[in-house]
């Protein structure tokens, strides 16, 4: 079978009664480099005729395709007042075409893509950043009860599962927080001595250290690295659960998600974050005696007390109170993208970015919002 045998073609003929008629041969489907309703507008426009026809007895299939192509014709027609028969199309053909044109066309559907006034674009853009917000205050609210179900000892979920988490955001995680924490120390001494070295002033590079890494690097540092590290964990866990329906099996037993696997996590990252912090205050510390003794000389018993007296309890007891409440946040940021997961393997790894993003984000805004209550309140 040759080439043109199998491709629709599209001719034209002229009646003694000025009928123009339009043949359609071979097989007509929207895969086939189908006619243009443009060929008939040029017939029309050569010579107007008195009305148009159709003749389809080579017609050897169709679909879609043709119908689109007849109902541009028929528009045609109506542009030119020119009356068209459709006797001679298929009887499927002539029924669809009724049907499709039993609802008139809504006025304005053809109209190209409507850019709204750029006031309106900022109102739904502000609509549109509502709807989170009132998603993470649900997600707190629900929290909260969940809280109070865990004081009246009625939460459901496994205490081994609580010591595993704790573990993870505990033990596990004081290589990284070592590491970071002697860093933070050392480059803040390296720092503070190039400058006060300048005024023979080297020995306040202790002062520098301790009430820098006590009062706010100790605590902000380990929540960042705790959102990189546990809160990225948080959310790909539930995420997944998410993903395989997990989650879904849980409330079908009538076992809360909330209770069984966001309260234990938080609970753990509660309860871990205030001696994280601890920890990275004196590795901190350590870091800077390492280069006030090394690199500026002085005696270890000189860099200790002067250390100790630059530190108060009032210092050590805020930077604690702060990472208590950085570990909340990056709690509530992990679990919140977590449970907020899609069905998609994809969607996982968009929940883990997510709850880092949000996480970091809320332990700096917090950090500010302290800096400025503490300086408020003379502490």
């Given at each position: 079978?040759?080439?043109?045998?199998?491709?629709?073609?599209?001719?034209?003929?002229?009646?003694?009664?000025?009928?123009?008629?339009?043949?359609?041969?071979?097989?007509?489907?929207?895969?086939?480099?189908?006619?243009?309703?443009?060929?008939?507008?040029?017939?029309?426009?050569?010579?107007?005729?008195?009305?148009?026809?159709?003749?389809?007895?080579?017609?050897?299939?169709?679909?879609?395709?043709?119908?689109?192509?007849?109902?541009?014709?028929?528009?045609?027609?109506?542009?030119?007042?020119?009356?068209?028969?459709?006797?001679?199309?298929?009887?499927?053909?002539?029924?669809?075409?009724?049907?499709?044109?039993?609802?008139?066309?809504?006025?304005?559907?053809?109209?190209?893509?409507?850019?709204?006034p750029w006031l309106t674009r900022i109102g739904a853009a502000v609509l549109g950043a509502r709807q989170p917000i009132?998603?993470?205050?649900?997600?707190?609210?629900?929290?909260?009860?969940?809280?109070?179900?865990?004081?009246?000892?009625?939460?459901?979920?496994?205490?081994?599962?609580?010591?595993?988490?704790?573990?993870?955001?505990?033990?596990?995680?004081?290589?990284?927080?070592?590491?970071?924490?002697?860093?933070?120390?050392?480059?803040?001494?390296?720092?503070?001595?190039?400058?006060?070295?300048?005024?023979?002033?080297?020995?306040?590079?202790?002062?520098?250290?301790?009430?820098?890494?006590?009062?706010?690097?100790?605590?902000?540092?380990?929540?960042?690295?705790?959102?990189?590290?546990?809160?990225?964990?948080?959310?790909?866990?539930?995420?997944?659960?998410?993903?395989?329906?997990?989650?879904?099996?849980?409330?079908?037993?009538?076992?809360?998600?909330?209770?069984?696997?966001?309260?234990?996590?938080?609970?753990?990252?509660?309860?871990?974050?205030?001696?994280?912090?601890?920890?990275?205050?004196?590795?901190?510390?350590?870091?800077?005696?390492?280069?006030?003794?090394?690199?500026?000389?002085?005696?270890?018993?000189?860099?200790?007390?002067?250390?100790?007296?630059?530190?108060?309890?009032?210092?050590?007891?805020?930077?604690?109170?702060?990472?208590?409440?950085?570990?909340?946040?990056?709690?509530?940021?992990?679990?919140?993208?977590?449970?907020?997961?899609?069905?998609?393997?994809?969607?996982?790894?968009?929940?883990?970015?997510?709850?880092?993003?949000t996480g970091i984000v809320f332990i700096i805004s917090a950090c500010g919002i302290f800096a400025v209550v503490f300086?408020?309140?003379?502490?």
């Open positions: 079978m040759s080439a043109e045998a199998v491709r629709p073609t599209l001719s034209f003929s002229r009646a003694s009664d000025a009928t123009l008629v339009v043949r359609l041969a071979g097989p007509w489907h929207l895969q086939r480099d189908m006619p243009n309703a443009e060929a008939v507008r040029r017939e029309i426009e050569t010579t107007l005729p008195g009305r148009l026809t159709f003749d389809t007895a080579q017609l050897t299939a169709w679909d879609s395709g043709l119908l689109t192509f007849l109902i541009d014709v028929s528009e045609l027609c109506r542009q030119h007042h020119l009356a068209a028969e459709r006797d001679g199309l298929p009887s499927g053909v002539q029924r669809l075409l009724a049907l499709a044109e039993a609802v008139p066309e809504r006025p304005g559907a053809r109209q190209g893509l409507v850019v709204p009132l998603d993470m205050l649900d997600f707190i609210g629900q929290m909260t009860v969940a809280v109070g179900r865990l004081v009246r000892g009625k939460a459901r979920f496994r205490v081994t599962d609580l010591l595993l988490l704790i573990q993870q955001a505990g033990a596990q995680a004081l290589g990284i927080i070592t590491l970071i924490s002697f860093l933070v120390g050392l480059i803040l001494a390296f720092v503070g001595a190039v400058q006060l070295e300048q005024f023979g002033a080297a020995i306040y590079v202790a002062n520098l250290v301790g009430i820098a890494m006590v009062r706010e690097m100790g605590a902000m540092m380990t929540g960042i690295v705790m959102a990189g590290r546990t809160g990225a964990a948080y959310a790909a866990q539930l995420g997944t659960m998410k993903v395989t329906q997990e989650v879904d099996a849980l409330a079908t037993m009538g076992i809360s998600p909330l209770d069984f696997l966001v309260l234990p996590r938080m609970i753990a990252l509660c309860l871990m974050m205030p001696l994280l912090c601890l920890y990275a205050d004196f590795i901190g510390i350590l870091g800077g005696a390492a280069v006030g003794v090394g690199m500026l000389k002085l005696p270890l018993r000189v860099y200790y007390d002067q250390t100790a007296s630059a530190v108060h309890m009032g210092d050590l007891v805020g930077g604690v109170f702060k990472a208590s409440v950085y570990g909340v946040l990056i709690a509530i940021s992990g679990c919140l993208r977590g449970m907020q997961c899609g069905n998609s393997s994809s969607a996982v790894g968009d929940a883990a970015t997510s709850a880092v993003v300086y408020a309140l003379g502490i």
